[in-house]
């Protein structure tokens, strides 16, 4: 059983010390932190400081920026808006995500995983209506994807195999406390220096179960993790042909994985089957791992 998508408000809600704030048609849960006294008082403010801030993300799905409070402290705000008529039937019963993200975030932070800090979840409603969830934590400003460094560094390749290993290490560690992040591509592995552990955020997908996570999705998560290591360092002219290689790369990734992990090990093949199915075979991309382009 994966996260209780009912009653995750309710769970964050419930998590101690936590403050809940209502202003017309925003309510949101703060956990206790040095920015909750403002934000407590300014939580209909919110559209306006997304506004306001330094733009990082605008979507018809999405929206994320910046934004420095009075007192100098800069905190990412991320707003999910409504996609329309099946989403508004969907969310009337139904918690926004972000609470759900929230959480995740806690047990994130109990792996021993590194992850931006929550200040604030939130959802704006009419007529129970969700028109928006909002999700505000720490800006990690100095901090660099896994995607950006394989795409734009000239000495990435050489860097590749410590990159690799602790990706790995961040899987088994988060699989083997019965957390499954959903969406581990590289854009979503962050680190503050090129010999920094890896953090991860984005936990929007993330699942958590009471036990081992399912085969199945351990199997789906290394997939993508190998598949975004080829699918951005073909964006890198740095690398050369013979790195393209599924079969070496999803090697690697065992070879590191099973130290942390508590699941039971996938087979190179189970992956590979998984990174070419899912991603690889879904693009058209300068190397051929199998798969067919869409």
């Known amino acids: 059983m994966s996260t209780d998508y009912f009653h995750c408000r309710r769970n964050f809600e419930a998590l101690p010390g936590m403050k809940t704030v209502r202003s ?4 949101f849960a703060l956990p206790p932190s040095p920015v909750r006294d ?4 300014h939580v209909a403010d919110v559209d306006a400081m997304l506004r306001d801030g330094t733009r990082m993300k605008t979507s018809v799905e999405s929206s994320a920026a910046i934004c420095t409070l009075p007192g ?3 905190v990412f705000v991320k707003r999910n808006g409504n996609r329309g008529l099946q989403f508004s039937f969907r969310y009337f019963f139904v918690p926004a995500r972000v609470f759900r993200a929230a959480l995740a975030a806690e047990r994130v932070r109990e792996t021993g995983v590194a992850t931006p800090r929550v200040f604030a979840a939130g959802e704006k409603r009419r007529a129970n209506v969700l028109l928006g969830g ?3 934590t720490e800006a990690v400003t100095d901090a660099c994807d896994l995607m950006a460094y394989v795409e734009k560094r000239p000495d990435a390749p050489a860097g590749m195999p410590a990159l690799i290993a602790e990706a790995a290490r961040v899987a088994a560690a988060l699989h083997s406390h019965g957390f499954y992040h959903g969406d581990l591509k590289l854009v979503n592995l962050y680190r503050t220096a090129d010999d920094a552990p890896c953090g991860v955020w984005d936990l929007d997908s993330a699942q958590i ?3 081992e996570v399912p085969h199945d999705l351990v199997v789906r998560e290394l997939g993508r993790i190998v598949s975004s290591i080829l699918i951005f360092a ?3 002219p740095a690398f ?3 790195f393209f290689n599924l079969n070496r790369i999803t090697n690697s990734l065992l070879d590191a994985y099973p130290a942390e992990a508590k699941t039971a090990r996938p087979t190179p093949s189970e992956i590979m089957d998984a990174a ?3 991603w690889l075979g879904r693009r058209k991309l300068r190397f051929d791992y199998g798969g067919k382009p869409a």
């Open 24 to 27: 017309g048609s925003y309510r």
């Open 38 to 41: 403002y934000l407590a008082e």
């Open 72 to 74: 100098g402290e800069k």
């Open 134 to 136: 909002y999700l505000i």
């Open 209 to 211: 179960f009471p036990g």
């Open 234 to 236: 073909e964006n890198n």
């Open 240 to 242: 050369p042909d013979d």
């Open 276 to 278: 070419r199915s899912r």
